[in-house]
T-cell receptor, first 115, second 114 residues
Framework: DVKVTQSSRYLVKRTGEKVFLECVQD?????MFWYRQDPGLGLRLIYF???????EKGDIPEGYSVSREKKERFSLILESASTNQTSMYLC??????????????FGPGTRLTVT | AQTVTQSQPEMSVQEAETVTLSCTYD???????LFWYKQPPSRQMILVIR??????QNATENRFSVNFQKAAKSFSLKISDSQLGDTAMYFC???????????FGTGTRLTIIP
């Protein structure tokens, strides 16, 4: 089974702190994604990476950055956390084979509260 | 950019009944995929069913089936013989061919009543 894990289920940080959210997948997937999920808004893509050291902005990248130094790990960084970044953060990964991209597999999510 | 509309924020049905969740989307592409994902309470998001837009036949996975109407840009999910374990948020998500990104709808919260 594909496993996507996230470093924390719950996180509480103060305004202005630098926050790292970590995601690891164990299936050698090329693609990795970071979403935030808010009630009434669904999931919105923050950043996505299709290879080591490669990244592409999603729909709402402002206030976030990412790092992918190894294929299995994709980190989301909040440089200076703000209260409007309080949300559920979901990581996902997907495989790319034969010019076809398959389904995305999701982690359990990190509920971040910024006070 | 794609837009996805799930017009039913919440639904509830009795156990064993059939329920249909609606989804419409807007795309200028001809080749794309459509997905329904399920997020049970406090559990991970998982894929329910997928449909390739070039296939005329509607996808089916056990009790789950879709009604895909390409011209109308509609992709509804039918759950037959609903079970308590079907209680979850359901998200519709199209993806253009050759593009890795999914665009999610706002979700439908489905509750199965015993």
């Amino acid at each position: 089974d594909v496993k996507v894990t996230q470093s924390s289920r719950y996180l509480v940080k103060r305004t202005g702190e630098k926050v790292f959210l970590e995601c690891v997948q164990d299936m050698d997937h090329e693609n990795m994604f970071w979403y935030r999920q808010d009630p009434g808004l669904g999931l919105r893509l923050i950043y996505f990476s299709y290879d080591v050291k490669m990244k592409e902005k999603g729909d709402i990248p402002e206030g976030y950055s990412v790092s992918r130094e190894k294929k299995e790990r994709f980190s989301l960084i909040l440089e200076s956390a703000s209260t409007n970044q309080t949300s559920m953060y979901l990581c996902a990964s997907s495989i790319y084979r034969d010019y076809t991209t398959y389904e995305q597999y999701f982690g359990p999510g990190t509920r971040l509260t910024v006070t | 950019a794609q837009t996805v509309t799930q017009s039913q924020p919440e639904m509830s049905v009795q156990e064993a009944e059939t329920v249909t969740l609606s989804c419409t989307y807007d795309t200028s592409e001809n080749n794309y995929y459509l997905f329904w994902y399920k997020q049970p309470p406090s559990r991970q998001m998982i894929l329910v069913i997928r449909q390739e837009a070039y296939k005329q036949q509607n996808a089916t996975e056990n009790r789950f089936s879709v009604n895909f109407q390409k011209a109308a840009k509609s992709f509804s999910l039918k759950i037959s013989d609903s079970q308590l374990g079907d209680t979850a948020m359901y998200f519709c998500a199209p993806r253009n061919f050759g593009n890795e990104k999914l665009t999610f709808g706002t979700g439908t919260r489905l509750t199965i009543i015993p």
